[in-house]
Structures are given as C-alpha cells and as structure tokens.
C-alpha cells in the first residue's frame, strides 16, 4: 500500500513539472525570434484545438459501430458557429456558446422529465384504473352505498400491495387516510367521511396522469345519486 508521503511527493511531482511546461517556451521566446512562418503556423494552434474538440463532440461513438451524429451538439453548435462567422469577436463566440450549450442541457433535462412522466403515467393507468373499478363496486352496496364487504376488502388489500411501487406520495398518503378509515368498523357510522377521502384519492390519481382536479362531490356523482346530500353532512 503507498505511503502517504509517496502521493503526496507524486502529486507535487507533477505541478512542478506542469508548471514548467507552461513556462519555459515563454521564457525561451522572450531570448529567441521565431521565424515569421513558425509565428504563423502557431497563430493557427488554438483554432485547430477548438475545432478539434468541436468535431469530436458532433459524433457518439459506441464499439463495432460507425459514429453517429449526435444532432443536439450539432444544433446547439450552429448559433455559436454563425456568431463566430458574423461577428468575429470572441467575446460574443463564448457568450452565444455558453448559452446554446446551456439551452441544449435545458432540452435534455426537459426530455428526459417528459419521458419519466410518460413512463409512469403508463405504469400507473392500470391500477388507478382497478381502484375506479374498487370505487363502482363500492357505489353499488345496496344497504348504504358505501359498505366495504369482504369481496371488496379483498380488492382493496390486493390494490395495497400495487400501489407502493408506482403511486406518488401523495397518492400513497390519500391512500392510506382512505384504508385505514375503510378498514375501521366506525366506517358504518360516518360513510360520508370514506367517501370525502375516496374522491380526494382519485383526484389526486388525476393529478398523476396530468389531469386537473375537480370540487368535492364533481367524481363521485359518476357513481352515486344525489351525493351532495350525503356529503353535505359531512361539510
């Protein structure tokens, strides 16, 4: 195992050894004249290394494969390369490149946002779905409209077990005000209440597939007459 003294002499090894190669051409220069076409072909240096980095990041290379344009570089590029072209000033290349590159990482982040979204919108379809399909069989309950028997406590244990892996927190929290008051043998004394958290549950679902959502009362008309009475007990 190295010594700490090794790396740290390493590490000290090699600024001295930097430093001096950037160092010693200028002090050589300041004694000796170049000839004026080694002063020329040098004047070229720096526009060869920027455009070499440039190239090089308009193509994604990947093993056994031809490289591949990668057009964002390529788009982001065009402003700073016309900007050079027009004004030739390299105050105004590095401003308009910075913010091209900028905007270019800000249309990646924005993509890559949009494509979570997409995907777990897709993933949760299916089981916000089920628990709309819960929600009917709930409605239908012919002594209260609202009376969890064991078929549905079934459903809602198996919807439980789906949810922690795709539903947002605050899907996950509605769920568990809605469960747990469900679940309670109070439920036959205030259904109202399990109905307020149920519409609150299924908005925030909405809010998760990119949909507004609605007043209190609005969702579960959908599945139950007259539903600002029974809620209104409730208000």
């Not at 800000?106 to 628990?131: C, G, I, V």
Request: hydrophobic share 45%.
């Amino acid at each position: 195992m190295l010594s700490i003294n090794y790396i740290i002499l390493t590490i000290i090894g090699c600024a001295v050894v930097t430093w001096l190669s950037r160092v010693v051409p200028f002090v050589l220069l300041k004694k000796f004249d170049l000839p004026k076409a080694v002063i020329e072909f040098l004047s070229f240096v720096p526009i060869v290394i920027m455009s070499t980095l440039w190239f090089n990041s308009l193509f994604i290379q990947n093993i056994g494969e031809l490289p591949k344009i990668n057009y964002e570089n390529l788009i982001a590029s065009l402003p700073t390369v016309l900007s050079a072209i027009i004004s030739k000033n390299l105050l105004v290349i590095v401003i308009t490149g910075i913010i091209s590159l900028l905007n270019s990482f800000y249309s990646r982040y924005s993509d890559n946002r949009n494509k979570r979204r997409e995907y777990l919108a897709a993933k949760r379809e299916e089981p916000y779905s089920e628990f709309i399909g819960l929600v009917y069989k709930m409605a239908q309950n012919e002594e209260s409209g609202f009376i969890c028997n064991k078929e549905m406590l079934d459903e809602i244990r198996s919807f439980n077990s789906r949810l922690p892996l795709w539903g947002s927190s605050q899907v996950v929290k509605k769920w568990n005000s809605f469960r747990e008051n469900s679940l309670d043998e109070n439920i036959k004394d205030s259904p109202e209440k399990t109905l307020i958290l149920m519409e609150e549950v299924m908005n925030a679902m909405r809010k998760d597939l990119g949909v507004k959502s609605v007043g209190r009362g609005n969702l579960l008309s959908f599945f139950i007459n007259d539903i600002e009475k029974i809620i209104g007990k409730q208000k």
